[in-house]
């Protein structure tokens, strides 16, 4: 299994290990290694690597984005994963082909805008809360899909809009 993974500090791990029913055998950035492991659960791992016991816990894992969080002798990591596949589009220079293309955000139900939290040329990342719109007398918060740059705001606090009306332009 070739992977290549990047922490959230930006440093780069390359792997390339067989991994059998107990034993792991491979290179890691380019030095042979060699262990023990034992699956205790779906999610729990215990490792032996040089007399030193690691206990693995999968936190959480997004096969969609290719991350993955582990706590790692209870202290946590966030990596990202590449394959070789990942690898070869980055260096063709198709890698960006499978991000969302956001143009703008529409109202997905008929409501008030009660608040706008976002102005125009402000950069937001994806999850962050644009707008909070007022339907059947709850509040939804409509939250940004992908990164950008807020281009246009055609929503104004305190009208109605209908459904599939555009709020916010990128």
Excluded: C, W
Excluded at 67 to 94: M, P, S
């Amino acid at each position: 299994m070739s992977l290549s993974i990047t922490d959230q500090l930006g440093t780069t791990t390359k792997t390339d290990l067989k991994i059998t029913d107990s034993f792991f055998e491979g290179l890691l950035n380019n030095k042979t290694i060699t262990g023990n492991y034992v699956k205790i659960n779906d999610y729990q791992y215990h490792f032996l690597y040089n007399n030193i016991s690691y206990n693995i816990e999968v936190v959480k894992l997004n096969v969609e984005e290719k991350t993955l969080v582990l706590k790692i002798n209870n202290q946590r990591y966030t990596l990202t994963i590449k394959d070789k596949y990942d690898e070869l589009l980055k260096n063709l220079g198709l890698d960006n082909l499978t991000a969302k293309k956001v143009s703008d955000i529409k109202a997905p139900m008929p409501g008030m805008v009660l608040n706008i939290l976002v102005k125009e040329g402000d950069e937001v990342k994806k999850g962050d809360t644009l707008l909070i719109l007022e339907a059947m007398k709850m509040e939804n918060s409509l939250k940004a899909t992908a990164d950008g740059v807020i281009k246009k705001i055609v929503a104004v606090k305190g009208t109605a809009v209908e459904k599939n009306q555009i709020l916010i332009q990128f």
